[in-house]
């Protein structure tokens, strides 16, 4: 069961911020205390750190910006005539510097980013707390939760962005930040993670929602991995490896009552009896309620049904794939409101997973579904990708086997190539993890995104990446539109 609430706080002359409170703490208001006066308790510590996790629940990131963008940008998601246009960029790949919801992405990352800084610059006066007041081992995992959030939301700009300002400080004055090259900020990633796995604590004593242990080694694995760096990534994954394990029903990922289940390692919080006042208003700030995502409403075919899934996805599972049908609706399938008799628009499939039809009849668009970031079966073929780029097959086989054996698929043989592997990794993920915004960057990582999307307008040398803002070259002295990503 979710243990959330929303607290609104003010730190004087620096910014505003927005939590989740676990219901277990009765918090006093800090509205009016300085920076200078705060890290005083374990709430005021505690109110700081969930304000970092905030700015996930924005319009720019995860509830909605973030799906669309990937999902379409990989053609999972194919757009039906209603889409709006702000949408059907990504389909069209039209999208340029000007485009709102991409400075909502950015905007979002680095107001995450500042959060998390104003925590890792106060980590003395966090320390300073008495332990009878909190205990070392909490301010540890604080701190490491603020080096996790602030490692995700700077993996999200690199590999949207490729270079882009690295700030591990609030700053001082208004003067701005110049980019910084990709490897120095995938190299700010690696630290911060590397910390954070050792003062993060375990899924088991961690409450649902925060980073974990688990969590920080699965990103870390997952940051080698786009580096290639495959002992390293491996290295990482070993030590989660097993304290996982996969659901028995492969759907369980995607219903509200059974979240944070044996297979998550990350996912953003989502409660949709929280509250969603602002949600319309923050597409990055993280302010107010925002404790609801669009994605069933986006998606679902009783209600917006903006997108729909493209056929060739479908196409790609094998027969007596059970994932099949537990990622889509199709003609002649049950839902909360009886028998699908015909899908609008004549569609042939619609998407199930992440949708409430299950039990409702409608989105009513607020859903309460948290978004899987991180999940067992991706560090699996993870680990299957760099057991096979080392040459170890027979290895990747196995971790590969280890999904298809949940999907009631038989087992890949032995003896396959390292080319064959490949190829099976490449399926797998894509019918393992459909719409979960995962393949747009698998397939720029693998160097097979031009083979896959040129025909609808994708071009290389390009599109990898999206471009800088606008906004951020107006506003910020550091850069300038000679530093612009090519083709922008």
Avoid at 371 to 386: G, N, P
Avoid at 445 to 458: I, K, P
Wanted: hydrophobic letters at 40%; aromatic letters at 14%.
């Amino acid at each position: 069961m979710k243990k959330i609430r929303i607290i609104l706080m003010v730190f004087a002359t620096l910014f505003v911020v927005n939590g989740c409170e676990e219901e277990d703490f009765e918090l006093t208001n800090p509205s009016g205390l300085s920076p200078e006066t705060y890290f005083r308790t374990e709430a005021q510590v505690q109110s700081a750190v969930n304000a970092v996790y905030a700015n996930t629940q924005t319009i720019g990131l995860y509830t909605r910006t973030l799906f669309f963008a990937m999902d379409i940008m990989s053609r999972e998601a194919l757009g039906n005539p209603q889409l709006e246009a702000d949408k059907r960029v990504y389909q069209e790949w039209s999208f340029d510097a000007s485009h709102p919801p991409i400075a909502w992405y950015w905007d979002a990352c680095f107001r995450g980013i500042n959060k998390a800084n104003f925590v890792i610059d106060n980590a003395d006066k966090i320390n300073e707390i008495p332990s009878s007041l909190l205990s070392d081992e909490k301010k540890a995992r604080f701190i490491g939760e603020a080096k996790y959030m602030r490692a995700f939301y700077y993996f999200l700009l690199v590999t949207r962005f490729g270079d882009v300002p690295l700030i591990t400080t609030v700053p001082e004055d208004g003067s701005g930040f110049p980019r910084t090259p990709a490897d120095q900020v995938y190299d700010q990633i690696i630290a911060d993670l590397n910390d954070a796995s050792q003062s993060l604590w375990d899924k088991g004593r961690t409450e649902n929602g925060r980073a974990t242990q688990g969590a920080a080694f699965a990103l870390l694995g997952k940051t080698h991995l786009y580096l290639e760096e495959y002992d390293e990534a491996l290295a990482a994954f070993e030590n989660i490896y097993g304290q996982y394990s996969l659901e028995d029903d492969y759907f369980a990922n995607f219903r509200e009552e059974e979240e944070f289940g044996p297979e998550s390692i990350f996912e953003i919080q989502y409660d949709d009896d929280m509250g969603n006042s602002a949600v319309w208003n923050s597409n990055a700030a993280g302010e107010d309620a925002n404790e609801v995502t669009f994605r069933g409403q986006e998606y679902g075919f009783n209600d917006w049904f903006n997108v729909y899934p493209n056929p060739a996805l479908i196409a790609e599972y094998e027969e007596g794939d059970i994932r099949l049908d537990e990622s889509f609706y199709f003609n002649g399938d049950t839902f909360a409101g009886g028998l699908i008799e015909e899908l609008p628009l004549e569609r042939d499939a619609a998407w199930r997973k992440y949708q409430n039809y299950y039990k409702d009849v409608n989105e009513d668009q607020a859903s309460g579904i948290n978004m899987k970031v991180i999940r067992y079966a991706d560090v699996l073929l993870m680990m299957a990708e760099a057991e096979n780029a080392l040459g170890n097959q027979a290895d990747a086989i196995d971790y590969i086997n280890e999904v298809r054996e949940r999907a009631e698929l038989a087992p890949l043989s032995d003896g396959l190539s390292q080319d064959e592997v490949f190829d099976a990794i490449v399926h797998e993920r894509m019918v393992e993890l459909a719409g979960e915004q995962v393949r747009f960057p698998d397939l720029v990582r693998w160097g097979l995104a031009a083979d896959y999307l040129s025909e609808f307008g994708f071009q290389a040398g390009k599109h990898e990446i999206w471009p800088i803002p606008n906004d951020e070259i107006s506003a910020n002295e550091g850069i300038s539109q000679e530093d612009q990503n090519p083709g922008y």
